[in-house]
C-alpha cells in the first residue's frame, strides 16, 4: 500500500521561504508523476505544482509560478516544494499526490501559515 507523508509545514513571516518534503513508500516512487495540492477550509483543492516521474517536466498554476519550485529525488523517494516570497493567502493544508497506474496517493498533510 502506498503511503506518502508530507513534513516541513510551520509558521512564517510574509516574504519568508518553506520547503516542503514528501516521502513515499510503498510504491514505485521513479515511475509517477507527483503533485503537491493545496486546500483551506471550505474551499476545493487547489492544485499547486506537478513534476514528470523523472523530473523533466514541472508545471505550476499561475499564482505560484515564479514563487515556488517543485523538485525531486527518486534514490530519496522525496518530491519538494520549495516556496518562497510566501503571502498570506498562501496559508493551507499543503498536499502531495501520487497518480498513475490506476492508483492515486494522497499524504495527509502538512499545515502551512503565513503570518505576520
Known amino acids: 500500500q502506498g503511503q506518502l507523508v508530507e513534513s516541513g509545514g510551520g509558521l512564517v513571516q510574509p516574504g519568508g521561504s518553506l520547503r516542503l518534503s514528501c516521502l513515499a513508500s510503498?510504491?514505485?516512487?521513479?515511475?509517477?508523476?507527483m503533485n503537491w495540492y493545496r486546500q483551506t477550509p471550505g474551499k476545493e483543492r487547489e492544485l499547486v505544482a506537478g513534476i514528470t516521474s523523472a523530473g523533466g517536466g514541472t508545471s505550476y498554476a499561475d499564482s505560484m509560478r515564479g514563487r515556488f519550485t517543485i523538485s525531486r529525488d527518486n534514490a530519496k523517494n522525496t518530491v519538494y516544494l520549495q516556496m518562497n516570497s510566501l503571502k498570506p493567502e498562501d496559508s493551507a493544508v499543503y498536499h502531495c499526490?501520487?497518480?498513475?497506474?490506476?492508483?492515486?496517493?494522497w499524504g495527509k498533510g502538512t499545515l502551512v501559515t503565513v503570518s505576520s
Open positions: 510503498g510504491f514505485t516512487f521513479s515511475k509517477y508523476a
Open positions: 499526490n501520487a497518480r498513475g497506474y490506476g492508483m492515486n496517493y
